[in-house]
């Protein structure tokens, strides 16, 4: 079964963007911890051709080992948590699911 990877990109409301990032990061270090499955879980900053962190987008890059592990990844109650506590911080999100060539 082929890996998969989840890529995220939140639509940040101005002023939250520290809050956001931050947020994020905490749960992607509880996710890293708590998930054997889960294998990569970065926060990425969104920049401009000069380096300058665009506020207004943040995204997510998930990898996991497989499609299962990618379900049980929604089944964890803190995803919940934390999926409610970011609602007020963005305007919306788009994802897509990708599967990982091999190594």
């Known amino acids: 079964m082929p890996?998969?990877?989840l890529i995220v990109e939140f639509e940040v409301r101005p002023g939250c963007h520290?809050?956001?990032r931050e947020l994020m990061r905490?749960?992607?270090?509880?996710?890293?911890a708590e998930e054997?499955?889960?294998?990569?879980?970065d926060?990425?900053?969104?920049v401009d051709a000069e380096g300058r962190t665009d506020e207004s987008r943040l995204m997510l890059y998930e990898v996991f080992a497989d499609a299962a592990a990618r379900q049980a990844h929604w089944g964890y109650p803190r995803h919940e948590a934390t999926k409610a506590a970011f609602a007020?911080?963005?305007?919306g999100r788009s994802s897509r699911l990708c599967h990982l060539g091999p190594d």
Not at 36 to 41: A, H, I, K, S
Not at 43 to 46: I, N, Q
């Open 3 to 5: 890996k998969i990877a």
């Open 36 to 41: 054997t499955g889960l294998e990569r879980f």
């Open 26 to 32: 905490a749960h992607a270090a509880a996710c890293l």
């Open 18 to 20: 520290a809050a956001l």
């Open 88 to 91: 007020p911080l963005i305007f």
């Open 43 to 46: 926060v990425l900053e969104v």
